[in-house]
T-cell receptor
């Protein structure tokens, strides 16, 4: 069956530009997560959605980062006024529910801010 | 953000050798997870541990949930070239409000020489 998909797989942008990263979770998974993975580090939690609502956005680094999931399926992570420090792999994961359920990760979007 | 202490950072071994890596934390975790990540891919779950003292195997992989709930180890027996990748430990907290949030170690890079 189809796993978590993310587009684009790579994104190069210039400092100050706006970017959108898309995540398509596994069908039927109600929980969706975004993580950020910097070079040489493990993934770090950004935000968690249960259905359409952001249940926990405590990991978003600042107000330039925003994510939506309007219909409870596809999610978009939006970054305004990108900075070089935003360069990282942005991983999306989904699970059947939030508690004790396996989180399945997508391949990630590699963002490079020049 | 908080990360687990994972060691070693990297290992270079000969095919057929056994491998051991571990993770420690200052916090108690309710669940310990071990993931493998290959280049250009997201992390894939290998083993999940849910009870202190639990020892679980998955083929050539064996992992244990420490009695103190603050540590875990992963062993790989008779390594093969396709074991190459980065292995991450991850913990899920005990607090009911955020037990969906995974905290990852920095990873162990495993290289297997055929």
């Amino acid at each position: 069956g189809a796993g978590v998909s993310q587009t684009p797989s790579n994104k190069v942008t210039e400092k100050g530009k706006y970017v959108e990263l898309r995540c398509d979770p596994i069908s039927g998974h109600t929980a969706l997560y975004w993580y950020r993975q910097s070079l040489g580090q493990g993934p770090e939690f950004l935000i968690y959605f249960q259905g359409t609502g952001a249940a926990d956005d405590s990991g978003l680094p600042n107000d330039r980062f925003f994510a939506v999931r309007p219909e409870g399926s596809v999610s978009t992570l939006k970054i305004q006024r990108t900075e070089r420090g935003d360069s990282a792999v942005y991983l999306c994961a989904s699970s059947l529910g939030p508690v004790q359920e396996t989180q399945y990760f997508g391949p990630g979007t590699r963002l490079l801010v020049l | 953000g908080q990360q687990l202490n994972q060691s070693p950072q990297s290992m270079f071994i000969q095919e057929g050798e056994d491998v051991s890596m571990n993770c420690t934390s200052s916090s108690i975790f309710n669940t310990w997870l071990w993931y493998k990540q290959e280049p250009g891919e997201g992390p894939v779950l290998l083993i999940a541990l849910y009870k202190a003292g639990e020892l679980t195997s998955n083929g050539r992989l064996t992992a244990q949930f420490g009695i103190t709930r603050k540590d875990s180890f992963l062993n790989i027996s008779a390594s093969i070239p396709s074991d190459v990748g980065i292995y991450f430990c991850a913990g899920r907290p005990n607090s009911g409000g955020s037990n969906y949030k995974l905290t990852f170690g920095k990873g162990t890079l495993l290289t297997v020489n055929p």
